[in-house]
Antibody
Framework: QVTLRESGPALVKPTQTLTLTCTFSGFSLNTDEMCVAWIRQPPGKALEWLAVIDWDDNQYYTTSLATRLTISKDTSKNQVVLTMTNMDPVDTATYFC?????????????WGNGTTVTVSS | DIQMTQSPASLSASVRDRVTVTCRASQNISKYLNWYRQRPGKVPELLIYAASTLQSGVPSRFSGSGSGTEFTLTFSSLQPEDFATYYCQQSFTTPYTFGQGTKVEI
């Protein structure tokens, strides 16, 4: 059974750096076709795709946040870490990680429950 | 970046209605289009990938079609659990952008 769980601070101050961890089980990021993505959703708003890291350690980012985001993996711990620098109140959102499968297509078939992050002084 | 536009933004329907939601891409994305359902307060769920392939376990009342720049998600007979927000997402190239969502209401 594939599961993912996000963890990190619920509250960060403006200008701080946010570090989120996705801990997963049921698959390996050393396996071809496996990726982990991050997506966020501000309250009452649409989903926004943020970043993905694949089995070959390739990393891709959304254009508007590329200078602030870093995604990395620790395959020995089955974890993917997302850092976002210079946090702002507009970054308040629920942050999800999801398994992304690169087979026929790239699709996110299993999602974590999400972690809510509020940016406020 | 590829822009994804869904229409309508919201719609009202009844149980057992046949409903169609449209998603348009700002450039040709071939078949690389996925659909997700998000019930209120819940995690998004994958419904369809590669434009028309039903994810395992998803009821057959859902179907997807299209290629290039225009895609549709159809519910053959709306069920109570289908009242939710639906998102399309292109996976042709990074960044893998989402549409703004279509809310299906009673």
């Amino acid at each position: 059974q594939v599961t993912l769980r996000e963890s990190g601070p619920a509250l960060v101050k403006p200008t701080q750096t946010l570090t989120l961890t996705c801990t997963f089980s049921g698959f390996s990021l050393n396996t071809d076709e496996m990726c982990v993505a991050w997506i966020r959703q501000p309250p009452g708003k649409a989903l926004e795709w943020l970043a993905v890291i694949d089995w070959d350690d390739n990393q891709y980012y959304t254009t508007s946040l590329a200078t602030r985001l870093t995604i990395s993996k620790d395959t020995s711990k089955n974890q993917v870490v997302l850092t976002m620098t210079n946090m702002d109140p507009v970054d308040t959102a629920t942050y999800f990680c999801a398994r992304m499968v690169a087979r026929d297509d790239y699709y996110m078939d299993v999602w974590g429950n999400g972690t809510t992050v509020t940016v406020s002084s | 970046d590829i822009q994804m536009t869904q229409s309508p933004a919201s719609l009202s329907a009844s149980v057992r209605d046949r409903v169609t939601v449209t998603c348009r891409a700002s450039q040709n994305i071939s078949k690389y289009l996925n659909w997700y359902r998000q019930r209120p307060g819940k995690v998004p769920e994958l419904l369809i990938y590669a434009a028309s392939t039903l994810q395992s376990g998803v009821p057959s009342r859902f179907s997807g079609s299209g290629s290039g720049t225009e895609f549709t998600l159809t519910f053959s007979s709306l069920q109570p659990e289908d009242f939710a927000t639906y998102y399309c997402q292109q996976s042709f190239t990074t960044p893998y952008t989402f549409g703004q969502g279509t809310k299906v209401e009673i």
